[in-house]
C-alpha cells in the first residue's frame, strides 16, 4: 500500500511534492554501461544473482557480444548455504579473469541486492584483492537496487574513484576538474572552449584510462557535468577541492551559465568569454530555432528515472516553449539543483520520489502532448494514445553542451512527429 503523501512544501518558486510507494527506475547496476565505455582499460565484475546478469544483458543489448569489459561473478546456492567460502570463490574468479584480459587495469567489483543482503564485505575484497593483484588497482561500489537509482550507479562509482585519486600540490595554481561521464566528443569541445577563455589546465572524471585520473586538492575547482552527483561531490569536498556553483549544461542556456561558472572563478574577461561562447551560442540558436515550433506550447509530463528531469525541464520549458505538466525526479538535491531550480517556471510541480500509481493516475488525467519515461512504461502509455519518450535515451546521447543542443530538442521532438506521421 502507498503511504500517506507529506503537505506539499515550499522550494523557491515551484510547487514541490514528496511521494513514497510502489517505483518503476532501474536500480544503479545500469550505469556500467556506460561507464565501461567511458574508462576504456576498466572491468565491471557485478558480484550479484541471474536477475542482475540478466538486467545487465538486457540493458546493455548488443554489446554484449563484443567482449565487453562487464560481467557477473553469480552467487550460487553453495554460497548463499555457505558450504563455499564465497571470498575463496571471488578471489578465484578475481584471478581467473585478471590473467586472461592483462588490457584490465582497474576492476570495480559491483555490489548488488544478493550481495548486500548476504553481506558480503566487498571493500574488504578489494583492498584484499588490489594487494595481492598490483598493479591492478581493484574498487568496490554499490549499484543495487536498495540502495541506487539508475544514475547514481555512477555517482556511486565516481565517489569510489576519489579516495584512489593523486593528491594534487596545494600550492599549484588552481585547476578546473568537470565531474560526470561525458561522450568524449563533448569532452573534446569542452576543451576547445575551455582553451579559448585561456583555462588550460582542465581535468575529467572519469578519465579515459585508469592511470590517467585526475590529481585533485585544495586548489581544485570542480563543476558537476551531471546532477547526480552528490556522494562523489562530498567525497571530492573532503579532498579540499570546492564546487562551482552552476546550471547544468544542458541547451545554450544551461550550457552558458555552466562555462560561465568556470570563467568567474578563473578571472576570465568578459570579453574572451564572449568570443569563446558567442560562435557555438549562434550555432546553438539556429538548430534549436526550428524545433521551437514543434515543441512551443506542448504538455510534458517526466515520470522520475535519472535526476536529469529539472535540468531537462528547464530546457524545454525556457528555450522550446513548452509546458510542464509535471516534473518527476527520483531525488532532488537541493544545493546542485539551486540555479535549475531557480530557473524552472515559478509554480511548476516537481514531485521526488515516487507512488507510480497516483502518478500514473495524474498522467492519464493530464493526457500531455508527451510524457518522459522508462522502458517498462513507454509502451503502455503508447497504447493508451500518448506519445512517449524513453528516457534512458538521455543517458545513452550525447546530449551536454552548444552543439548537441539541436540533437538534445530532437530526441523530444520525434515521438511528437513519429505520432502525427501515423495520424495521418
Ligand atoms: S542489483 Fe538488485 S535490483 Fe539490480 S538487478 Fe540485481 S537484484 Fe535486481
Not at 536477475?51 to 560481467?71: D, K, N, W, Y
Not at 541506487?148 to 576538474?177: H, K
Not at 579559448?196 to 582542465?202: H, N, Q, R
Request: some cysteine; proline content about 6%.
Amino acid at each position: 500500500m502507498n503511504a500517506p503523501v507529506p503537505p506539499p512544501t515550499a522550494c523557491g518558486g515551484i510547487d514541490l511534492h514528496q511521494e513514497h510507494g510502489q517505483r518503476a527506475v532501474f536500480c544503479g547496476l545500469t550505469g556500467i554501461v556506460w561507464l565501461h565505455r567511458k574508462i576504456q582499460d576498466a572491468f565491471f565484475l557485478v558480484v550479484g544473482s541471474r536477475t542482475c546478469a540478466h538486467l545487465i544483458q538486457s540493458a546493455a543489448g548488443v554489446m554484449i557480444f563484443a567482449e565487453p569489459r562487464f560481467a557477473t561473478a553469480i552467487i550460487d546456492e553453495r554460497d548463499l548455504a555457505g558450504i563455499a567460502d564465497a571470498n575463496e570463490e571471488l578471489d578465484r574468479v578475481v584471478t581467473r579473469l585478471i590473467e586472461r584480459r592483462p588490457d584490465i587495469k582497474l576492476l570495480f567489483l559491483v555490489g548488488s541486492c544478493p550481495s548486500e543482503v548476504i553481506k558480503l564485505d566487498l571493500s574488504r575484497a578489494a583492498q584484499r584483492l588490489s594487494g595481492r593483484l598490483n598493479p591492478v588497482r581493484v574498487l568496490n561500489y554499490s549499484g543495487s537496487g536498495i540502495e541506487t537509482t539508475f544514475t547514481q550507479g555512477e555517482d556511486a562509482c565516481l565517489a569510489a574513484l576519489v579516495p584512489d585519486l593523486p593528491r594534487a600540490i596545494d600550492t599549484a595554481a588552481p585547476s578546473l576538474l568537470v565531474v560526470g561521464a561525458l561522450a568524449d566528443v563533448v569532452e573534446d569541445q569542452f576543451l576547445r572552449i575551455f582553451a579559448a577563455m585561456g583555462i588550460a589546465d582542465v581535468r575529467f572524471l572519469p578519465a579515459r584510462r585508469a592511470g590517467a585520473m585526475p590529481a585533485v586538492g585544495r586548489g581544485t575547482r570542480y563543476l558537476l557535468a551531471q546532477p547526480f552527483l552528490a556522494d562523489t561531490a562530498r567525497a571530492l569536498e573532503e579532498r579540499g577541492a570546492r564546487r562551482l556553483a552552476a546550471p547544468f549544461p544542458l541547451g545554450a542556456e544551461g550550457t552558458t551559465g555552466w562555462l560561465r561558472a568556470a570563467a568567474e572563478a578563473f578571472g576570465v574577461s568578459d570579453e574572451a568569454f564572449e568570443a569563446a561562447t558567442a560562435p557555438g551560442r549562434a550555432r546553438a540558436e539556429t538548430a534549436l530555432a526550428p524545433l521551437r515550433e514543434e515543441l512551443g506550447g506542448k504538455r510534458v509530463f517526466f515520470f522520475p528515472d535519472s535526476q536529469l528531469e529539472v535540468p531537462l525541464a528547464r530546457f524545454l520549458a525556457r528555450e522550446l516553449g513548452a509546458a510542464l505538466v509535471e516534473v518527476g525526479t527520483p531525488y532532488l538535491h537541493r544545493g546542485h539543483l539551486a540555479a535549475e531550480i531557480e530557473w524552472l517556471p515559478a509554480g511548476t510541480r516537481v514531485t521526488e520520489g515516487q507512488s507510480l500509481d497516483d502518478q500514473m493516475d495524474r498522467c492519464r488525467a493530464a493526457r500531455p502532448d508527451l510524457t518522459v519515461c522508462g522502458l517498462g512504461l513507454a509502451n503502455p502509455l503508447e497504447a493508451e494514445g500518448l506519445s512517449t519518450k524513453w528516457s534512458i535515451e538521455l543517458l545513452f546521447t550525447p546530449v551536454q553542451g552548444y552543439e548537441q543542443a539541436g540533437d538534445l530538442a530532437e530526441l523530444f521532438a520525434r515521438p511528437l512527429r513519429r505520432r502525427a506521421l501515423l495520424e495521418v
